[in-house]
C-alpha cells in the first residue's frame, strides 16, 4: 500500500456530515477532511458531494451486492466491496456502488480503500448522475484499466455491461436471452428482467439460479 494508509491522514470527524469545503484540496486534505458519513468524491483536486440514495437505489445496490458476493464466496473467487468504500485511481477518489477485486489481486484491498482498479465495477444510476456514471466514471474506470464495468439504470430501464479489450477500450458485453456473462465473474450473469420487472425476484432464487446452494 502507499502512503495514502499513513495514520496522520486519518479522518478527523469520523462520524460527522461534512460540508462541502467550497476549495480545492489535495489528496491528503481530502482523506482527513472526509467523513464516514459524508458521500463525496475527489477528482483532480476537486470534490465533488453526492446526494443522499432514495429507498429503491439502496435496495437495489444491497440486492446487487448480495448477488455478487454470495457467488463470489461460492467460489472462491475475490473480495466485493461498496457502495461506501473508496477506490483510489490515479488523480481520483471514487465510491463505487458495488465492486469485485479477484482473490489473485486481494492485497490492493486495504482497510479503508481499494489502491488501484478493481477488475469489476457496478453503478446504479440515481437521477442526479446519468452523466457520471455513463460518461465521466466510464472514461475513469477505461483509462484505469477496471476490466469490467457494469450500468444499471432503473429510470431507463437499461442494464449495459462493457469489458476492457486489448485496446484497452470497453466493448459492450450483448445481453443474450439468459442475460449478460460476466467475463472476470465466470458464470455469473444477470437479466434485464429480473432488475426491471417488478417485482424483483430474491437474490436467494437467483443464486439458486446461477447455481449457488
Known sequence: MTSM???RFARSEPDEFQRHPRRRMTEAEFVAWIGEKTRAEW???KVE???PVNSDHDMLVFWL???IQYYSEAHDLGVVRGPEFMTRLPGRRRLADVLFV???RADIVGENHVEGAPD???EVVS???PNRDYREKFTDYQKAGVKEYWIVDPRARRLQAHHLARSRKYRPIEESEDGIHSVVLPGFRLKSQWLFTPPRPSALKILKELGVR
Open 127 to 129: 437521477p442526479e448522475s
Open 102 to 104: 479477484s482473490a489473485a
Open 120 to 122: 469489476l465495477i457496478v
Open 49 to 51: 458531494m453526492m446526494s
Open 65 to 67: 451486492r448480495t448477488l
Open 43 to 45: 477528482v483532480d483536486g
Open 5 to 7: 494508509l499513513n495514520p
